[in-house]
């Protein structure tokens, strides 16, 4: 299989539980929204609004983490919106604890495949470092100039710094500190 059709494939599995795990959720908040009273758009305002926001934290936290700012704020709040539709999916259920996990399944499984999702980072190839040159040549040929001699009678105003060639490292060799090779 090819990287190109795993990714489609990928895809196509995330849309299906992303679609029928938000869809259940949804219905739950709904549900238990409108059975409190609520009228049925205000029901499907807090679905919006409690699913939405799990995702949107997400995000943010994913986001804060690039940048290095803090996220234990946007974290919380993100582990009370989960812990909201899964107490909306539960509140529904049958009373008995099969009855709770069958009904919680939406709900962690789309919580679980936001955090898959938004937990891949990026790869980014590590950075490659050129060689540096074995051998130092110069274009210009060395000019020779001519110096003059020194008077005793004036001293040199300046001092010409010694300009030592560029050392030809070899890079299959280590070299130590210390040790003269």
Same mark, same amino acid.
């Given at each position: 299989m ?5 990714s ?17 959720? %949804? ?10 009273? @609520? ?14 926001m ?25 582990v009370? %919106? !989960?812990?909201?539709?899964? *107490?909306? @999916?539960? *509140?529904? !259920? ?15 499984? %789309? ?31 060395? @000019? ?5 001699p ?11 710094? *010694? ?6 490292? @070899? ?11």
């Open positions: 090819t990287a190109r059709t795993e489609a494939v990928r895809l196509v599995i995330l849309l299906a539980i992303g679609t029928m795990a938000g869809a259940a959720a %949804f219905t739950h908040v709904h549900d238990l929204s409108v059975a409190h009273g @609520q009228p049925h758009w205000i029901g499907w305002a807090n679905a919006v609004a409690v699913e939405l799990a995702i949107y934290l997400g995000l943010e936290i994913r986001a804060r983490r690039r940048t290095g700012r803090p996220v234990g704020l946007v974290g919380s709040l993100l009370a %919106f !989960a812990l909201l539709s899964l *107490a909306a @999916q539960v *509140a529904g !259920a049958e009373p008995s604890v099969w009855g709770w996990i069958v009904a919680a399944v939406p709900s962690l499984a %789309f919580l679980a495949l936001v955090k898959v999702v938004l937990s891949n980072n990026p790869v980014t190839p590590p950075a490659v470092e050129p060689n540096p040159p074995t051998v130092y040549r110069s274009d210009e040929p060395a @000019q020779a100039t001519e110096v003059e020194a008077r005793l009678a004036e001293p040199t105003p300046s001092v010409v710094p *010694a300009v030592l060639p560029p050392r030809a490292v @070899q890079p299959n060799r280590p070299h130590v500190v210390g040790i003269i090779r």
